[in-house]
């Protein structure tokens, strides 16, 4: 017998493909996200076809199951055409919610799409209760929270009056905050905001400790299911659009026991105990993240040590039982290197099993993982010929898109702005305001305690002077920054460069505002978005590439051409120094904040080379970045000299500018 509670949230299941739909409607889910074949941060995950969507869908709403689709990375200029198709084939689908990202694709949707429910998706950055009320104020109707909130963050957004809630309970967690993780596309230009993620955080690193320095446990909040009830958070997201069906039954099953009957949850838990995924942690939801980091990246159950490899067979020792057609994972742990495969041929005597497989992909010593058990079968294929589905909406609907976007063609300007930031109150006396247009002040509470807007010199040139609010803003620190940004526009600095658009609201009404590089427009579309909603300026994405830049029209926005990009930034602190390498031999530093983690490179990202190629493509307004430089008023000057003779500033690299964003 069920046990009935005031709220029963939804249980919210991936499905990466077909089979993992299935499994997913038998284990109980209430709705299941998944992704096209387009614009989801899963690209590498199977994903589905517009016929197949179509399928999926009304076998989904016979059952009285949600679907809802993820279009959750940027799109960048050339790809609005194919968005708009995308939504053309989504209008024959008839999901019941899109989760979303770039603010280019709410615009649309929210303009030409209004039959969408829109959810935000973690990526969007949402840790507090000003970013749900600036969400639902925006036609936004379910806010997915990041995943680096406490129970009591938790508890205090949803009493407040925003849009509903929904919270990740199991799975991968990413070190980074999501959307803020430039790391895959600075090793290789394969973006996470692009669901392209080489997982960086899985790598060996080389510190004061040598290991996997920030590679996170899986997530596993089962225990806290009763209190999150009591929120009234909407929905629990299982994640795992990448994991194989027999997952998504087993822990969608153990989550629907312990969603519907809160007594059963240590039964629920034991189902988790072979979900096969990585060592568990509570996060930020249980009192102590200190062990968060693993030592053992690879997903599966750890079963040994191969202790001897021969020309036809492998053999380890274990306490667990295997059998053939399950699968396997060797991983060598000194090269981060994995191979999968499912055992044809086994024998075991007594807890020493012996494996045959190729022998020159196993070594001694390579550990040894049990990544799938075969228990059920889910169907693979949906019965019955696939609905027709228009794929390309018609031109005129297009055209007639285009011409409402209005995107604006800039007038070419002769002379160039230089804008500045800085992070450190040592920086006010080496920084010539005669000689730039604008002054970002990007500091520490502690360094604005300190900084007094009265003084001569802020007051003089206060008409350049913007203050910049942190990326992570906690539930508790609103109020520090409302009473910061008010006592600075009484002083007459009236510019408020903001990480993300509901910091508007910890504002004053009638402040300037300036959307940080955290706030991404990778397309025209994103800056009418911006516009709209009272941005006047703008910085450019840092993993933005020249190409992208020169096919939209815009030419206001800030590009970035000198700075060190935050490549994690996380609120999970850990144990290596402040400087570390990876395998390349690169150098990254270390960096911590008001309990924010930044990882940044040792060597700065310099594009002053190419400001003879951008002004000539019409851009004039730059940005160069002093943050964690040593004040020097000779190294502002190189800085501004080099760029104007467009020679680039060694050592540096171009970061992707020119390779391109994948």
């Known amino acids: 017998m069920l046990v009935e509670y005031a709220h029963k949230p939804e249980l919210l299941l991936p499905a990466g493909d077909t089979e993992s739909f299935f499994a997913a409607v038998e284990a109980g889910a209430d709705a299941v996200y998944l992704g096209a074949k387009q614009f989801n941060a899963r690209e590498r995950a199977v994903n589905f076809s517009p016929a197949q969507l179509k399928t999926l869908v009304n076998q989904a709403h016979d059952k009285h199951i949600a679907v809802y689709i993820t279009l959750n990375t940027v799109i960048k200029n050339c790809e609005l055409d194919d968005l708009l198709d995308l939504l053309f ?38 840790h507090n209760s000003a970013g749900t009320l600036h969400a639902k104020q925006n036609g936004i ?47 290789g ?21 040598s290991g996997f320095l920030f590679s996170l446990k899986d997530n596993q909040a089962i225990d806290f299911i009763p209190e999150i009830s009591k929120m009234g958070i909407k929905s629990l997201k299982v994640e795992g659009r990448m994991k194989p069906a027999e997952y998504v039954y087993r822990v969608g099953s153990a989550y629907r026991m312990a969603i519907d009957d809160h007594n059963r949850i240590p039964e629920a838990k034991t189902l988790l105990d072979f979900d096969l995924g990585r060592e ?17 990246p690879a997903t599966g159950k750890f079963l040994g040590n191969v202790c001897v490899s021969t020309s036809t067979y492998f053999e380890f020792e274990s306490d667990t039982e295997i059998a053939n057609n399950y699968r396997l994972r060797i991983v060598n742990p000194t090269k981060s290197e994995h191979i999968s495969f499912k055992i044809k041929k086994l024998e075991n005597t007594g807890n020493t099993f012996r494996v045959y497989y190729p022998p020159d992909l196993v070594t001694t010593g390579d550990e040894v993982y049990l990544a799938n058990i075969p228990e059920k079968k889910f169907p693979t294929k949906f019965e019955g010929s696939l609905p027709g589905i228009q794929t390309v909406m018609p031109a005129g609907n297009k055209a ?23 992070d450190q109150l040592a920086w006010l006396p080496k920084v010539d305001l005669r000689n730039i247009d604008m002054l970002l002040l990007d500091m520490s509470s502690k360094a604005w305690d300190k ?3 009265q003084t001569g010199l802020i007051q003089k040139f206060k008409h350049k002077i913007a203050i910049e609010l942190p990326k992570f803003i906690p539930e508790n620190k609103q109020d520090y920054f ?19 658009l509901s910091q508007k609201l910890l504002c004053p009404k009638n ?81 911590k904040k008001e309990g924010i983690s930044y990882v940044i490179p040792e060597n700065p990202v310099s594009l002053t080379q190419y400001y003879d190629k951008l002004k000539q493509a019409g851009f004039y307004r730059f940005l160069i970045d002093l943050s964690y430089i040593k004040p020097s008023s000779n190294k502002v000057k190189t800085i501004q000299k080099r760029l104007y003779k467009s020679q680039q500033i060694q050592p540096s690299t171009n970061f992707i500018f020119t390779k391109g964003l994948n």
Not at 195 to 200: L, S, T, V
Not at 530 to 545: A, F, H, K, S, T
């Open 89 to 126: 084939q989504l209008q024959q689908t008839k999901p019941d919610a899109l989760i979303v990202q770039d603010c280019a694709v709410w615009y649309v949707v929210k303009k030409f799409f209004p039959e969408f429910e829109l959810h935000a998706s973690t990526q969007m950055g949402n």
């Open 141 to 187: 109707k379910r806010v997915i929270m990041a995943r680096e909130l406490t129970l009591d963050e938790l508890k205090h957004i949803t009493q407040k009056h925003g849009a509903d809630s929904e919270v990740f309970v199991h799975g991968a967690l990413c070190y980074a905050f999501s959307g803020m993780c430039l790391f895959s596309s600075y090793l």
């Open 189 to 209: 230009g394969m973006s996470a905001n692009r669901g392209q993620c080489k997982q960086a955080c899985r790598r060996i690193y080389h510190g004061n400790t």
């Open 280 to 296: 568990k942690t509570t996060y930020f939801l249980g009192q102590n993240n200190s062990n968060a980091i693993s030592d053992a």
């Open 400 to 422: 007639y898109i285009k011409k409402q976007l209005h995107i604006r063609e800039n007038q070419k300007k002769s002379k160039s702005e230089i804008i500045v930031r800085i």
């Open 451 to 453: 900084f007094d807007p």
């Open 482 to 500: 409302r009473m910061l940004t008010e006592k600075m526009y009484k002083a007459g600095i009236k510019q408020v460069a903001i990480n993300h």
């Open 511 to 591: 402040a300037r505002f300036i959307a940080t590089e955290n706030v991404y427009t990778f397309s025209d579309v994103a800056i009418l978005a911006l516009i709209e909603q009272g941005v006047y300026n703008y910085i450019r994405p840092l993993e933005n590439d020249f190409d992208n830049l020169k096919q939209g029209k815009d030419r206001d926005g800030i590009i970035p051409v000198y700075f060190h990009p935050h490549l994690f930034i996380s609120r999970m602190p850990v144990k290596t120094g402040d400087r570390f390498t990876e395998r390349s031999g690169v150098q990254f530093l270390y960096r």
